[in-house]
């Protein structure tokens, strides 16, 4: 099995900053694509940044210049930097990969369980 833990949340100030990291454990041969995304009650998950194996990156509008999705392949970790936050960033954030558990096998998408980001004014 393949797991992945979410870590980081918390409580933060307007303004402030904040690290979220997530970890995937388990049987893995690679990871190819890593994903965070954030959901509030009653509206769709959203898609926040997502990085690929040749480390591309890619960003929602609403956080482009703000936050930074960063991978240790070493440590099966993906990471998402949070700075200058604000309000509406308050969320459960949930990571994602793509990971497969071996060589040219048919991947599969595993998510954590989510950790809760809130910003006060």
């Known amino acids: 099995q393949v797991q992945l833990v979410e870590s980081g949340g918390g409580l933060v100030q307007a303004g402030g900053s904040l690290s979220l990291s997530c970890v995937a454990s388990g049987t893995i041969f690679s990871i190819t694509d890593w994903g965070w995304y954030r959901q509030t009650p009653g509206k769709q998950r959203e898609l926040v940044a997502t990085?690929?194996?040749?480390?591309?990156?890619n960003y929602a509008d609403s956080v482009k210049g703000r936050f930074t999705i960063s991978r240790d392949d070493a440590k099966n970790t993906v990471y998402l930097q949070m700075d200058s936050v604000k309000l509406e960033d308050t969320a459960v954030y949930y990571c994602?990969?793509?990971?497969?558990?071996?060589?040219?096998?048919?991947?599969?998408?595993?998510w954590g369980q989510g950790t809760q980001v809130t910003v006060s004014s």
């Open positions: 994602n990969a793509e990971v497969y558990r071996r060589l040219y096998s048919i991947p599969s998408v595993y």
């Open positions: 990085i690929r194996k040749d480390g591309s990156t």
